[in-house]
C-alpha cells in the first residue's frame, strides 16, 4: 500500500523568505500526488498535482513542486512566501489501481512571521 | 471552480443518537468519498462509492456508518449509533473521469461533535 511522509510537523519562515515543504512517499510503481492547502476552519484546496510527465509542476499562487522517482520525493516551492500562506499544508498519493483515494500525509502547518 | 457543498457545517448531538451528513457533489461526478479528520490529525479515508455501492472502506468504517446516494440526490453518510470517538471533521470528496482522473474535489466539512 501506498504511504506519505511529511517529516516536518511545523515550519517558520518569515515572509519573503523562500520556502520548501517536504513530502516523501512510498509506492513501487508510479504515482499520482497531490499538494493540499487547509486554512483555518475550511475544506482542502488543491495546490498541484503530478500525473506523470514532466517532473516541475506548477500551482496556484506561485507554488511549485518536483517529483522525483530517485528520491521518492514531491517537495513543495515556493521562491517568496506571503503572510497568507499561513496554513496547514497536506501531501496526498493516489495510484491508478486504488479508486484514485488519496492517500495523505499528517500534514506540514505553516507559520509566516513578518 | 467547481465546488462540493456540505451540509450541516457543525452538528452536536449526544452519544447513541443518529447523525446523517448530507454531501452534494460536484455536478457529472461519479465517485464519491468520506474521510475523517480528528482535529490537528491527518485526513483518513472510510469509504468510497460509485454507482450506487461501496468500493472500497478502511477499518475506520465502523457497522454503525453507512453511505448512500439515493436518486442522485445527496451523497449521505450516516452513523447509527453515534459514540464519542465519531466526534471529528467529516470530509465530502467527488471525483470525474476523463484529463483529471485521479483529482478530488473535496468539501468544508461537516464537524461532528459527539457529547
Known amino acids: 500500500a501506498q504511504s506519505v511522509t511529511q517529516p516536518d510537523a511545523r515550519v517558520t519562515v518569515s515572509e519573503g523568505a523562500s520556502l520548501q515543504l517536504r513530502c516523501k512517499y512510498s509506492y513501487f510503481g508510479t504515482p499520482y500526488l497531490f499538494w493540499y492547502v487547509q486554512y483555518p476552519r475550511q475544506g482542502l484546496q488543491l495546490l498541484l498535482k503530478y500525473y506523470p510527465g514532466d517532473p516541475v509542476v506548477q500551482g496556484v499562487n506561485g507554488f511549485e513542486a518536483e517529483f522525483s522517482k530517485s528520491n521518492s520525493s514531491f517537495h513543495l516551492r515556493k521562491a517568496s512566501v506571503h503572510w497568507s500562506d499561513w496554513a496547514v499544508y497536506f501531501c496526498a498519493v493516489s495510484i491508478s489501481g486504488g479508486n484514485y483515494k488519496p492517500t495523505f500525509g499528517k500534514g506540514t502547518s505553516l507559520v509566516v512571521h513578518p | 471552480g467547481p465546488k462540493v457543498l456540505q451540509i450541516p457545517s457543525h452538528q452536536i448531538i449526544d452519544m447513541g443518537q443518529m447523525v446523517t451528513l448530507n454531501c452534494d457533489p460536484v455536478s457529472n461526478h461519479l465517485y464519491f468519498y468520506w474521510y475523517k479528520q480528528i482535529l490537528g490529525q491527518q485526513m483518513e479515508f472510510l469509504v468510497n462509492f460509485y454507482n450506487g455501492k461501496v468500493m472500497e472502506k478502511s477499518k475506520l468504517f465502523k457497522d454503525q456508518f453507512s453511505v448512500e446516494r439515493p436518486d442522485g440526490s445527496y451523497f449521505t453518510l450516516k452513523i447509527q449509533p453515534t459514540a464519542l470517538e465519531d466526534s471529528a471533521v467529516y470530509f465530502c470528496?467527488?471525483?470525474?473521469?476523463?484529463?483529471?482522473?485521479?483529482?478530488?474535489?473535496f468539501g468544508e466539512g461537516s464537524k461532528l461533535t459527539v457529547l
Open positions: 470528496a467527488s471525483r470525474g473521469q476523463g484529463a483529471n482522473t485521479g483529482q478530488l474535489y
